[in-house]
């Protein structure tokens, strides 16, 4: 099911990145007392009243800089092509600038429900300044105080009144996208899944913009393949339509169950290749690499590049790789499996007692380090999730817990148990009564 999306947009220093850190109830966005220190957008699932939403935070909106229409254009693309809702913060202790009124025209163009905060409500000058904001000509007007709290439950209200709480039933077919950078081909990898020209595909990086939705029909099954726009790295000139893109394949991805990370076999691995990866595994997507373009490389072997694949993505050891050419459709057929596989192994559930059994022979074979004198017992282990599979551990301290040993105890699960293509997640818990 589609998220509802809202940005958050305003000139610098309004309070966007507080206020934006408190809706999804930790600190994401960087919070300082300097203009502009929130430079690319932001942006997190969110949730109130069981209402799931994306939340964006943006960076501010100055007519003063000489870079002005580039930033202007940039916030424009964000509440016109992504957000349901905008919210327009204001410094009601600054009072109503004349780059209030350069974001009012901008949203006054977009077709879009706006509804102006008016931040800092906690302060005198703010009082006074308050009904100077109803010159906007905008609809819905709502002090509030994103540091004291105060108007933040009339504001939310506000947000999520047509926001639906999420007890739809989900859609069941299994769902991939396709990212990687731009030009990797992945609208080719589409159209050769697909066998048809569903999606422009072209020489010139970037033509994808958007993500779109296929059904593919495999074995009698139904999958959803999404395509996404190209992930550009972030740098110095980072055009508006690139975050913009760039945010489109982040939503696809939280859409997905499976990220199919396309390699360009013809450049080779380039290091925001392995910033893609993470971005997947980050949110705990099954994850499998496809060197593309293998049609156009010579004096290499599968083995060779194989090699160089493994010791490049080395936090991803797990994933499996498909090496073809979505041009020439040569070695195409090798991928479906492997998606099935992925799917299956990111759903796996695993039998407690087996589950155990295998976790206290590792633990015999190599024992925890002691530290000061104490050494972490294990007493029991359980599965508590899928997609991607979640192991609990009962320790007696979980503070003994060191990463190399963690480390360990997820080999030891991987090599007894069918997860190639999924992560996993170790949690460890304190027995009740135990030290904390």
Not at 290 to 311: G, P, S, Y
Request: charged letters at 30%; proline letters at 3%; a neutral charge.
């Amino acid at each position: 099911m589609k998220l509802p999306t809202v940005a958050l947009v305003g000139r610098p220093n309004v309070g966007k990145s507080t206020l934006f850190n408190k809706i999804v109830g930790k600190q994401i966005s960087i919070i300082e007392d300097i203009p502009g220190v929130t430079r690319d957008r932001i942006y997190q699932e969110a949730s109130y009243n069981k209402k799931r939403f994306y939340l964006i935070d943006t960076g501010g909106i100055d007519a003063s800089k000489l870079d002005f229409n580039e930033e202007i254009k940039m916030q424009a693309e964000i509440a016109i092509n992504e957000a349901d809702i905008v919210v327009f913060i204001v410094d009601g202790k600054e009072g109503l600038t004349a780059n209030d009124r350069v974001v009012r025209d901008i949203l006054r163009k977009a077709d879009k429900k706006v509804i102006v905060a008016i931040n800092k409500m906690d302060v005198k000058e703010a009082q006074n300044n308050l009904y100077d904001f109803y010159e906007l000509g905008f609809d819905t007007y709502i002090p509030i105080s994103g540091i004291h709290n105060i108007g933040y439950i009339e504001l939310m209200d506000a947000i999520t009144m047509n926001f639906h709480e999420q007890e739809e039933t989900e859609d069941s077919r299994v769902k991939f996208s396709i990212i990687g950078r731009p030009n990797v081909g992945k609208s080719s990898l589409t159209n050769a899944l697909l066998n048809e020209e569903r999606v422009v595909v072209s020489d010139i990086a970037g033509t994808t913009r958007d993500s779109i939705d296929s059904v593919l029909k495999y074995n009698n099954e139904e999958y959803i393949v999404i395509d996404t726009a190209g992930m550009r790295k972030k740098g110095k000139v980072f055009e508006s339509v690139e975050k913009y893109s760039l945010f489109r394949s982040l939503k696809s991805i939280d859409r997905s169950d499976i990220c199919l990370v396309v390699i360009n076999a013809e450049e080779g691995i380039m290091e925001h290749d392995k910033h893609i990866a993470g971005y997947a595994i980050e949110r705990g997507k099954g994850l499998i690499f496809v060197v593309n373009k293998w049609d156009k490389v010579e004096n290499t072997t599968i083995q060779e590049f194989e090699k160089l694949m493994r010791a490049e993505f080395q936090f991803a050891p797990y994933a499996p790789i498909v090496f073809l050419s979505a041009l020439t459709k040569k070695r195409i057929h090798t991928l479906m499996p492997e998606i099935v596989k992925v799917n299956e192994n990111i759903n796996r559930e695993i039998k407690t007692s087996v589950l155990n059994e295998v976790i206290q022979d590792a633990y015999q074979l190599n024992l925890p380090p002691s530290y000061k004198g104490k050494r972490l017992k294990i007493y029991f282990t359980s599965q508590t999730g899928i997609k991607p599979p979640k192991f609990t551990f009962r320790v007696n301290n979980k503070g003994l817990v060191h990463f190399s040993y963690e480390r360990y105890l997820e080999n030891k699960i991987r090599e007894n148990f069918e997860l190639e293509g999924t992560p996993i997640v170790l949690q460890f818990k304190n027995r009740s009564g135990e030290e904390e």
